[in-house]
């Protein structure tokens, strides 16, 4: 059996349909980060992926936003505890502590000897499932809900920014993102409030 490719797996995440039923199978959008790392991203998937490109093995890591180095002890603790007991619980998956400010990521390693696209969207899958446990385990949902939505608005205001027109928008959030039209509409209708208030601060 010979070792999966970066190609193969890039391919992977780049090919699909958006009603896909497995997370690989969506068509998710993939940039060129640095040497052997890329971002992926896809508007019904929560968070930004990493895949890193290492010897040997596939790395897929996902930062939470939840920096604990200004913590304090206390709250330092109880969190270390939680992210210890997740990892005894959950499979493949394993919370790190990354960068300069300790942030919680979300990681798991793939060896390329055996992989294959059953095994990469089983840990898309552990990826998601770990990151919400993770919000509902640390009392963030509510935080993790607003993360999601100024996601989605930056991924709105660079669509807009590029050209792109109403219609096209309004296609982009019930056909990938799956809002109702109405709620499509009015979001970009705040959006572009929001936009004329930051250009007029400016002036």
């Not at 603790?77 to 493949?92: G, S």
């Not at 300790?102 to 898309?124: P, Q, S």
């Not at 607003?146 to 027109?165: D, P, T």
């Not at 209708?189 to 250009?199: C, F, G, T």
């Amino acid at each position: 059996m010979t070792n999966v490719t970066k190609e193969q797996v890039l391919e992977w995440l780049r090919n699909g349909s958006e009603g896909a039923e497995d997370i690989v199978d969506l068509p998710w959008n993939v940039k060129e980060e640095g040497e052997n790392h890329y971002v992926a991203e896809h508007p019904k998937i929560p968070f930004l992926l990493n895949v890193l490109f290492l010897d040997g093995f596939v790395r897929l890591a996902v930062p939470s936003g939840v920096e604990t180095i200004a913590m304090r002890l206390e709250d330092k603790v109880k969190v270390y505890h939680t992210l210890l007991v997740l990892n005894e619980r959950m499979n493949l998956l394993k919370f790190t502590l990354s960068g300069m400010n300790d942030e919680i990521t979300l990681r798991v390693d793939l060896d390329e000897k055996t992989l294959g696209k059953e095994e990469f969207n089983d840990a898309l899958t552990a990826l998601l499932v770990g990151m919400n446990v993770l919000m509902e385990s640390l009392g963030l949902t509510q935080e993790f809900q607003e993360m999601i939505f100024e996601r989605l608005a930056l991924m709105v205001i660079e669509r807009m920014q590029n050209g792109a027109s109403e219609r096209e928008i309004v296609e982009f959030l019930t056909k990938k993102v799956g809002m109702e039209k109405k709620e499509a509409e009015a979001l970009l209708s705040e959006l572009k409030k929001a936009v004329k208030e930051d250009e007029r601060g400016y002036i």
